[in-house]
């Protein structure tokens, strides 16, 4: 049977140097071909990183008419995969349109997953990724349970860190700015085949960001949604695959019909607070018999994304709220625990977390007709607890700390 053996570049100005795929060769089985098995497959190798800069460096935007992910700096940075040998020499290029054949498996069977991670500029003018390692962990996480490959995280990171010193100029100096930086690989298989992509592209686009909400620090309303679940046991909610977020949006615009930012996701007939929109949930509650105090989230039972604001959110509440008295938990609660709390008064405050907005305040959930009111007063925008975290967290970000959380990037 003839078929196509070399998966297509994705770059219209592809490199000299393509492979030529053998993964379609006799080992198919149900029509569905694999991988072919290779003993020495290349790995992200650093020191091939080649550059070729723009000729038409773009104008910088006003930080202020910044709408979250939609101004891009003048680069990315790009490699190539194939089964055959491996990682391809990594290549930073004038930012450009893909071209990618129309039967690419990405299109078809969703092979994508991306990372959201930041770049920021501290007091010095350095340059400095927040937590890379743990971003790159979690790609490896969710490519490879999408049959993409996987890759040397550390590499990776030296790789984005000269990509962001490259683009520091579109970096804004103003608090609550920052570089976005987005990684995504994509199968690259040229087959409508359902099989593991024999050809993938990973790679990275940058974006100035100020606040993630036209609102700013600002606390948001939230609609459980009752319908409709994000993510369920056995299945992948807790990779970040972009198949997980597609089917978010009608939800979130029923929410916003009725006058709602974002909606919140149960789980269950327990309903189980699961996550917020796009982000982890959080609630501090007072507890109805003793009083002691709690911070809560969904523990990670495979529905939940290992964001990295939720973790550094958890480190955080460990390391200076614990001491205070604060009990800590990972742990399932339920709407209704929610519901009951706020109208005893013992729902202190409830925040999501995430890479994009890192922390935003909630003022309240509709839930079956009634408005669970999340500690907040009218004239409040942010509970104690969610103003602390952002300062705690930006303080590393920014450098103002210095901390393991925050990689410099070398000049
Ligand atoms: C985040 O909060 O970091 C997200 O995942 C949102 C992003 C998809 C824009």
């Known amino acids: 049977m003839l078929r196509q053996l070399r998966p297509r570049s994705a770059f219209r100005q592809s490199p000299a140097k393509l492979v030529?795929?053998?993964?379609?060769?006799?080992?198919t089985y149900a029509g569905v071909a694999a991988p072919a098995p290779s003993a020495n497959l290349q790995g992200i190798d650093p020191s091939k990183l080649t550059i070729?800069?723009?000729t038409t460096p773009a104008s910088l935007v006003d930080p202020k008419q910044l709408v979250f992910g939609r101004t891009f700096t003048d680069h990315m940075?790009?490699?190539?995969?194939?089964?055959?040998e491996g990682w391809l020499a990594p290549r930073i290029t004038p930012y450009q349109n893909l071209s990618l054949d129309p039967a690419s498996c990405v299109f078809h069977y969703a092979f994508e997953c991306f990372e959201g991670m930041k770049a920021y500029k501290d007091s010095k003018g350095q340059v400095r990724l927040f937590r890379p390692t743990k971003n790159m962990a979690r790609m490896n996480k969710s490519s490879a349970r999408i049959a993409l490959p996987t890759f040397d995280s550390n590499a990776m990171i030296e790789l984005i860190a000269k990509f962001a010193s490259l683009e520091q100029r579109f970096i804004p100096s103003?608090?609550?700015y920052s570089l976005y930086l987005r990684p995504t690989m994509i199968g690259t298989q040229r087959t409508l085949g359902v099989g593991p992509p024999g050809s993938a592209l990973l790679y990275v686009i940058a974006s100035p960001v100020g606040p993630y909400y036209p609102t700013g620090f600002k606390a948001v309303s939230l609609e459980a949604t009752d319908y409709?679940?994000?993510?369920?046991?056995?299945?992948?909610?807790d990779k970040k695959l972009g198949a997980n977020y597609a089917p978010c949006i009608v939800p979130q615009l029923e929410a916003a019909k009725r006058g709602f930012h974002q909606n919140l996701w149960l789980f269950g007939k327990e309903e189980y607070v699961t996550e917020v929109g796009t982000m982890n949930m959080f609630v501090a509650l007072k507890n109805k018999e003793t009083g002691q105090k709690e911070l809560v989230t969904a523990p990670l039972?495979?529905?939940?994304?290992?964001?990295?604001?939720?973790d550094s959110v958890l480190a955080l509440a460990r390391e200076k709220l614990a001491p205070e008295g604060w009990l800590i938990s990972e742990r399932k609660y339920t709407m209704r625990e929610l519901s009951e709390a706020s109208r005893e008064g013992r729902l202190l405050e409830a925040f999501g977390a995430g890479t994009a907005a890192v922390v935003s305040p909630v003022r309240n959930i509709s839930w079956k007709g009634e408005l669970v009111g999340c500690g907040l007063k009218p004239d409040q925008e942010a509970g104690e607890i969610a103003q602390r975290m952002k300062d705690w967290i930006e303080a590393r970000q920014y450098g103002d700390e210095e901390h393991e959380w925050s990689y410099v990037v070398p000049q």
């Open 77 to 84: 940075l790009s490699l190539e995969w194939t089964a055959s």
């Open 52 to 54: 070729t800069k723009t």
């Open 174 to 176: 103003e608090r609550g």
């Open 228 to 237: 409709a679940v994000r993510a369920w046991p056995g299945g992948v909610g």
């Open 20 to 27: 030529t795929a053998i993964w379609e060769s006799s080992r």
């Open 301 to 310: 039972d495979g529905t939940i994304l290992e964001g990295v604001t939720r």
